[in-house]
């Protein structure tokens, strides 16, 4: 548990060091989900041993299919906002 709050708090620090640099801090948050991923399915396999440690990537399979299937079927959105939120592209720079 310690370690989790000082990961958590070096994250932190890492982030607000970044937003002073004016690079996009939330960049750092796709590998620490990669890696996150990866301590959940080791925990299932270790805890229940077998298959199980599918279930972390079928609930981010199954949540990324539903919210793709929700943008697409969304009658207020343009076929060219559509795609900048799937593709998540920004041109408001």
Known sequence: MGALIVGGVAL?????????LNINPFIILIPVAIVGMIALTS?????????????????LAL????WIIQIKL???????????KLFGINYLE
Do not use: N
């Open 12 to 20: 932190f620090l890492l982030m607000g060091f970044l937003a002073w």
């Open 43 to 59: 925990w299932f396999k270790s805890t229940f041993g077998g298959y199980y440690s599918l279930i972390p990537w079928g609930v």
């Open 63 to 66: 949540a990324s299919i539903g």
């Open 74 to 84: 969304d009658p207020t959105l343009t076929k060219e906002q559509k795609t900048k």
